[in-house]
């Protein structure tokens, strides 16, 4: 990644050649955040050119009087511009194969409901549609609005604490901004059960004895795989 001085700076706010090569010498960190976004129906260079956008209004504000990098500075601006973009043009994309076991589960809800009179459990539709209890969750929840990390939550296990605070690690705003980035990546390579919890609690915005009942297990043991994942994770961007 490519740090600029404060000369260059101050040419790009005011000339269009000038911005386009600082543009050029930090593709490295557009590219690392819209790596992030991929995967929801958006082509990659869609996303690049909505990141270049968040990137000039980060040059545009920037003040070069303050201590601050402008990679640092730019981050909150390149994600903020793709994720306006990705919540304006609708919900995120879902794939074919979980629409398809969308429709079979409130298949199989309906005429369980119908034929015993009370809801159907994960572990039921899970044995009935032959798959996991994790594919069974997560197709019941794709299709829901996702909740933001940065926004408050205010259940009784948190208090009003935001998302990310709970597996930020305590460090000032400018460092959990850059965190953010990496949690995804991290969250990718937990296995299949944390992840399922970690997506649900942390993005789904369930309790833990909802995702316990999910799952088909006690709430005692989400909260101790939950604080074992988060413990991770902690350690890992600190």
Do not use: H
Not at 12 to 33: H, P, R, T, V, Y
Not at 139 to 159: C, F, G, T, V
Not at 208 to 221: D, I, N, Y
């Amino acid at each position: 990644m490519y740090e600029i001085n404060t000369e260059d700076i101050v040419k790009a706010q005011n000339n269009k050649e000038a911005m386009e090569d600082i543009i050029e010498k930090n593709s490295g960190l557009l590219w690392s955040i819209v790596k992030r976004f991929l995967g929801r129906g958006y082509e990659a260079e869609e996303l690049y050119q909505i990141a270049c956008i968040g990137f000039i209004k980060s040059v545009k504000r920037f003040d070069t009087t303050l201590n601050l990098r402008l990679s640092t500075y730019a981050v909150p601006y390149i994600m903020g511009e793709i994720k306006r973009f990705i919540r304006d043009d609708g919900p995120i994309k879902v794939s074919r194969s979980l629409k398809e076991l969308s429709v079979k589960i409130k298949e199989v809800q309906r005429e369980y409901l119908c034929k015993k009179g009370e809801e159907i459990n994960i572990s039921q539709l899970a044995k009935i549609l032959k798959v996991s209890k994790e594919e069974i969750a997560m197709a019941m929840e794709a299709e829901k609005p996702l909740e933001s990390i940065d926004e408050e939550s205010y259940d009784n296990e948190s208090n009003g604490e935001t998302k990310i605070s709970k597996i930020s690690n305590g460090k000032d705003e400018t460092a959990m901004l850059i965190d953010k980035i990496c949690i995804k990546d991290l969250i990718e390579s937990l296995e299949s059960r944390e992840k399922q919890i970690i997506l649900l609690r942390y993005y789904r915005g369930k309790t833990q004895t909802e995702v316990a009942k999910m799952l088909g297990v006690t709430q005692v043991q989400i909260s101790r795989i939950e604080k074992k994942v988060l413990a991770n994770m902690k350690e890992k961007i600190s």
